[in-house]
Nanobody, 121 residues
């Protein structure tokens, strides 16, 4: 059992930056891969980024590679998504997720409630 709570969303101008945080509680955080997904209005939920349990392996969607950075601090039971050079098409609800392994599909074990990111043009 893992509980995930996202924070850090908000409104930002195109070209700006935001950092999302996901605080985990319950079962041992450090044993799980962690990921970020997003869902824009009228769109399916999509993979954004993921990081392995030890932080060695990271994976990014093509749309965010080079702009977003996923990281984790197991001592704080927290995963982060640093979002730079934001574009209007990044506007979405962003969800934190936990899984046994890194995967780019959406069948992850645990999910947070989401945090809204809005990028204005």
């Amino acid at each position: 059992q893992v509980q995930l709570v996202e924070s850090g969303g908000g409104l930002v101008q195109a070209g700006g930056s935001l950092r999302l945080s996901c605080a985990a509680s319950g079962r041992t955080f450090s044993s799980y891969a962690m990921g970020w997904f997003r869902q824009a209005p009228g769109k399916e939920r999509e993979f954004v980024a993921a990081i392995s349990w030890n932080g060695v392996n990271t994976v990014y969607a093509d749309s965010v590679r080079g702009r977003f950075i996923i990281s984790r601090d197991n001592a704080k039971n927290t995963v982060y998504l640093q979002m730079n050079r934001l574009k209007p098409e990044d506007t979405a609800v962003y969800y934190c997720a936990a899984n046994q392994i890194v995967a780019v599909t959406t069948q992850w074990l645990y999910w947070g409630q989401g945090t809204q990111v809005t990028v204005s043009s």
